[in-house]
């Protein structure tokens, strides 16, 4: 007697679809995508704005997601680069104080100059994927779309076509962003490439 053949468990990506379907009829569910997920959420948040605002951001993020799931379209991307999307509109309403941040991080070359109260002890704290000196000023100094898409592909690791679905833009923007930002920190940076991962094109 033969034994049934194997049935491969379906790919992320469409389990992710999936979920997303079941939780609108069964609201739990959706903690499938937030353990999935949570941490690789974070961490990008965690790179742009400090632990601080990451705590609270991910979690917006996910509830957000949550909120919106009924109206996730499996048609226009996947699961992953939507909840990228959603914490990348979250930072867009946190940029001007990120702008803040990063103008202060540059002004300052170390942590021991701070004199003041804590709001402007707030830059030591930016981790921003070692975030320092010139190239903080380099990343200010972007559009936030240049900013966005840099940061998408250096920080949370996004192909091209998850970067342009994350945003809902063309792949062809995503690359001209890309190598527009890439060029003006290599320029502040003084021709030194910056340590920026390559997504695949």
């Given amino acids: 007697m033969t034994a049934p053949p194997e049935v491969d468990d379906p790919p992320k990506e469409a389990d992710d679809v999936l979920v997303i379907g079941e939780s609108v009829r069964v609201p739990e569910r959706f903690a499938v995508l937030y353990d999935r997920y949570f941490e690789e959420i974070y961490r990008y948040l965690a790179a742009r704005l400090g632990a601080e605002a990451a705590d609270d951001l991910a979690a917006e993020t996910f509830l957000v997601a949550f909120r919106k799931r009924e109206t996730f379209d499996a048609a226009r991307g996947a699961v992953r680069p939507w909840l990228y999307g959603i914490a990348t509109n979250l ?88 190598n527009r930002a890439r060029r003006r920190v290599k320029a502040v940076l003084g021709d030194v490439n910056p340590t920026i991962g390559d997504a695949d094109g």
């Fill in 91 to 178: 930072v867009a309403g946190h940029r001007r104080g990120l702008g803040r941040m990063l103008d202060a991080f540059r002004r300052v070359r170390s942590a021991d100059a701070f004199e003041a109260g804590p709001e402007e002890r707030v830059p030591a704290r930016v981790d921003a994927a070692s975030v320092r000196g010139p190239l903080a000023g380099a990343l200010a100094g972007l559009s936030a779309g240049d900013r966005d898409v840099l940061l998408l592909v250096a920080v949370a690791g996004l192909s091209y076509e998850e970067v342009a679905e994350s945003l809902d833009i063309p792949v062809g923007t995503v690359g001209s962003r890309l």
